[in-house]
Structures are given as structure tokens and as C-alpha cells.
């Protein structure tokens, strides 16, 4: 692949300037050529931001948070970079917009970058480059960077993979705990936000996800008498499973139930402070490395699934041995695994073989 020239694009972007971050961002975003060079030359300045991943069911309040978020640590000095994923338009196959259409109040704040990115047919909740484009902001200067996760529930967990901490929102209209526990929001968590908590039933719901956090550590009912099931208005459970929530120690942390009016500001300064700690903690208990050092390793281990994908079939004699091998597959001589391996094989001499003409020994 021809070098592409980054020399000035990587002294606008040392400069801070805006316009060179918005081309960058395009560049990684969408492929184009230079991109791994682009993020081979900051990779080194990259890793001094929190990534902070927002998540949750679709009209939760996420985006309405991400905003509250980003103003609040703006009055405390903070740059912000937010990356919302929405849904593929499909007429065009970008982003629908919608979030940041959500944050316009926001979004003229110099000391915020907001960019939507749209799925493009990617599961998880994220879109394929989403780990590159927040590579940038952070390589950037940002000093916190939140993704929005497109919301689309049960599969949405690749955030616990690209965050720091993860925070799951829910409303009352979530549905019941068990329904959380099936969708496995409960397993990604660090926070839980209770959005929208002046509505009918946030307190509910708020004591459902206590009682499965403290039913999970098994310390709900040591101080709770016996009986036939559980009612969850019952003061007495709410407070033994929000106190076995809470229970924290050097090696464990139980993810805090915040209660959050986003749309009026309410419970956003508690979730940044709940935030902090949890850094804290990641820091202190050796977590924040362990998580960046997988998220490192899931990196290599994607750029070289894409980068063999790209080798493999875009060999023009790999694609032509493929098709000698139809009439075998076709009769039953052959599996389509056996043939596989033998792909895999050829292909893995013909590297060595390109390798060994290039040495110059």
C-alpha cells in the first residue's frame, strides 16, 4: 500500500485544530487510505482519557445524560468527546443524526467534539470502528470520552470491551428485573442509572436491579426473615439489598443504582462522582490496566482478522485455486473444512515464500 503523506494533517491535529480532528476522525471512520498509518503515528499519545460507555435500552434517556454529563464536566474545566452511534440511515447508509440533533446545546461548545457514527450493520451496539475513532479523541487531548451506544439491547455489550466503566440506563418502562437479567446488561455494568425517575415505578425498579445485584453476592436475606417470595416495596428488603449492594471492598466492586431526572439536570452530579470512584477503584486495584491491556490485545487480534481477510482474498491466485476445488465440494469429495485448512495452508506458504524472496539474506 502506497505511504499516504500525514505530515501536515499530524501537525494540525498537535495544534488542536478542530477542522484537522473532524478529518481525522473521517479518515479512520471511513477506511481511507492513510487510516492505519493515521493511527500508527498517534497511537503513542493515545491512553490518558476515561472512556466512558452509555448504554442501555432505546429511549432511555442516554443521549439527554450524555449531554448533562459533558455540560457538567465542561463547568469543571474538562474537554469532552463523545462518540453516539446511531442507527444506519437507509437510504444513505450513515447515521440517522438523532443524538446529535439531541445534544445541539452542546455541540457548539468548543471544548466538545461530537461525532455520530452510524452502525453499518454492526451488532453490539457499536460501530466496526468506533475503538479508533475514540483512539483519535484521545490522542487528541480529550480528557473524557463517552460513547453512546445505539441502544439496541440484548447484544449490546461490545461497550464493556471499549470503556472504562459502563453505564447501563434504564427507565421504568424497562420491564422487570428478570427482563434485565435475560438482556445481560446486569453482567456489563459498573453503574446503573434509574433515568426518568420521577416517573411511576423508578423506585420499583430502582430496588429490582438492588435485590439482583445483592442476590448475586448472596447477602440480600442474612438479615431478612424467612417467607414464601418477595415483595419488593418492602422497605426492609430494598434496604438490605441497596445496603449488599453498596458493599465494596479492595478487590470487588458492586456496581451503585443512581436515580437520574437527565431532563432536568437531576442525579447527573452523582453519577460524575460515582464515575470518579470507580476510576478509583479501577486504578487502585490494578483493573484499569488488565481492561486496557485486553482491549490492546482485542485490537491485534482484529487488525490481523482484517488484515488476512484482505490478504487472503484479495490474491487473485487464491481465488482462482478456490475455484478448482468446486467440482470436489460439489460431488462430495471434498468438505468444505478440509478444504478450508488446505486454504489456509497455501496460503500460509505462499507468505512464507514472499517473505523469504524479500530477505535480502
Do not use: C
Not at 493511527?39 to 472512556?51: E, I, V
Not at 437527565?262 to 452523582?270: L, Q, R
Not at 485455486?321 to 486454504?343: H, I, K, V
Amino acid at each position: 500500500m502506497t505511504p499516504v503523506d500525514l505530515a501536515p494533517l499530524l501537525a494540525d491535529l498537535a495544534a488542536r485544530k478542530p477542522a484537522a480532528l473532524a478529518r481525522a476522525v473521517s479518515i479512520v471512520e471511513n477506511h481511507r487510505a492513510g487510516s492505519d498509518q493515521l493511527l500508527s503515528a498517534l497511537h503513542a499519545k493515545a491512553g490518558r482519557a476515561r472512556r466512558i460507555g452509555i448504554t442501555g435500552p432505546p429511549g432511555a434517556g442516554k443521549s439527554t445524560l450524555t449531554m448533562r454529563l459533558a455540560a457538567l464536566w465542561r463547568e469543571q474545566g474538562r474537554t469532552v468527546g463523545i462518540v453516539a452511534v446511531d442507527p444506519t440511515s437507509p437510504f444513505t447508509g450513515g447515521a440517522l443524526l438523532g443524538d446529535r440533533i439531541r445534544m445541539e446545546s452542546v455541540a457548539l461548545d468548543p471544548g466538545i467534539f461530537i461525532r455520530s457514527m452510524a452502525t453499518r450493520g454492526a451488532l453490539g451496539g457499536l460501530a466496526a470502528t468506533t475503538r479508533e475513532v475514540a483512539d483519535v479523541l484521545d490522542a487528541y487531548g480529550f480528557d473524557r470520552i463517552i460513547l453512546e451506544t445505539v441502544g439496541v439491547g440484548q447484544s449490546e455489550l461490545d461497550i464493556a470491551r471499549t470503556a472504562d466503566s459502563s453505564v447501563v440506563v434504564l427507565v421504568p418502562e424497562s420491564g422487570d428485573s428478570i427482563q434485565t437479567m435475560k438482556a445481560g446488561l446486569m453482567e456489563i455494568a459498573d453503574l446503573f442509572v434509574v433515568n426518568k425517575a420521577d416517573r411511576p415505578g423508578a423506585d420499583r425498579l430502582r430496588n429490582e436491579v438492588e435485590l439482583m445485584l445483592g442476590l448475586r453476592l448472596g447477602q440480600v436475606y442474612k438479615n431478612v426473615p424467612a417467607h414464601h417470595g418477595v415483595d419488593l416495596s418492602n422497605k426492609s428488603v430494598a434496604r438490605a439489598a441497596r445496603a449488599a449492594s453498596q458493599e465494596v471492598d479492595g478487590d470487588h466492586w458492586t456496581p451503585p443504582v443512581l436515580a437520574a431526572t437527565a431532563s432536568k439536570g437531576e442525579g447527573v452530579a452523582e453519577l460524575a462522582t460515582a464515575l470518579d470512584r470507580h476510576f478509583e477503584y479501577l486504578a487502585r486495584s490494578g483493573a484499569l490496566r488488565e481492561r486496557r491491556r485486553a482491549r490492546l490485545r482485542e485490537r491485534v487480534v482484529d487488525a490481523a482478522e482484517r488484515l488476512l481477510r484482505a490478504r487472503l482474498w484479495g490474491d487473485a491466485a487464491t481465488e482462482a485455486w478456490l475455484e478448482t476445488q468446486l467440482d470436489a465440494l460439489e460431488s462430495g469429495a471434498r468438505t468444505p473444512f478440509a478444504t478450508a485448512e488446505a486454504l489456509l495452508e497455501r496460503s500460509s506458504a505462499r507468505l512464507v515464500q514472499r517473505a523469504s524472496e524479500r530477505s535480502p539474506g
